[in-house]
T-cell receptor, first 114, second 113 residues
């Protein structure tokens, strides 16, 4: 019940394309869903996050779509650029009961070709 | 600049040795965390500390130990009991344990030789 399943494992798109990364969870107590971006040899950095009371959140070219009934959320990257090539992790936590203790998905390695 | 500093960046351990990874933060954050990253498995929580002199086991604490004697420091010891220690280790912190963004350090690579 604590798992977060992420797909696909890897993704290749052309510049300008819209890669979509999906995550699914089982535990309905999760109440905070962040996405992290990680470049090789670096630590992950928070990209965007959403709470389950909204269905969509947009920050720049990055959008999270959230489907509470399906227990799924996804990351869309508009007008993708080669500089977006990185590994993306979804995560979830139960802020009210477990604080900032995050459960991570397995990660998606995104490659954006020029 | 404020941030999280992990050292060393690369560390080699011989079989049967204990090694300690350093993590220092100057963000004045109360909570600190250690995660382990293996290819294709995401990040898994080893230990976390909500406040000085207090820490709790995460999901994969066996073979690891920590201390939190100072607010800014949260060292991780990988003991000889950890059977598969080769991994990328990430230290993180947040202002408080509840409801705040987690910030990560640059990571430390540990390889058993």
């Amino acid at each position: 019940q604590q798992q977060v399943k992420q797909s696909p494992q890897s993704l290749i798109v052309q510049k300008g394309g819209i890669p979509i990364i999906n995550c699914a969870y089982e535990n309905t107590a999760f109440d905070y869903f962040p996405w992290y971006q990680q470049f090789p040899g670096k630590g992950p950095a928070l990209l965007i996050a959403i709470r389950p009371d909204v269905s969509e959140k947009k920050e720049g070219r990055f959008t999270i779509s959230f489907n509470k009934s399906a227990k799924q959320f996804s990351l869309h990257i508009m007008d993708s650029q080669p500089g977006d090539s990185a590994t993306y992790f979804c995560a979830a936590s139960m802020i009210e009961t477990s604080g900032s203790r995050l459960t991570f998905g397995e990660g998606t390695q995104l490659t954006v070709n020029p | 600049d404020g941030g999280i500093t992990q050292s060393p960046k690369y560390l080699f351990r011989k079989e049967g040795q204990n090694v300690t990874l350093s993590c220092e933060q100057n963000l004045n954050h109360d909570a600190m965390y250690w995660y382990r990253q293996d290819p294709g498995q995401g990040l898994r929580l080893i230990y976390y500390s909500q406040i000085v002199n207090d820490f709790q086991k995460g999901d994969i604490a066996e073979g690891y130990s920590v201390s939190r004697e100072k607010k800014e420091s949260f060292p991780l010891t990988v003991t000889s009991a950890q059977k598969n220690p080769t991994a990328f280790y990430l230290c993180a912190s947040s202002i408080q344990f509840s409801g705040n963004t987690i910030y990560f350090g640059e990571g430390s690579w540990l390889t058993v030789v």
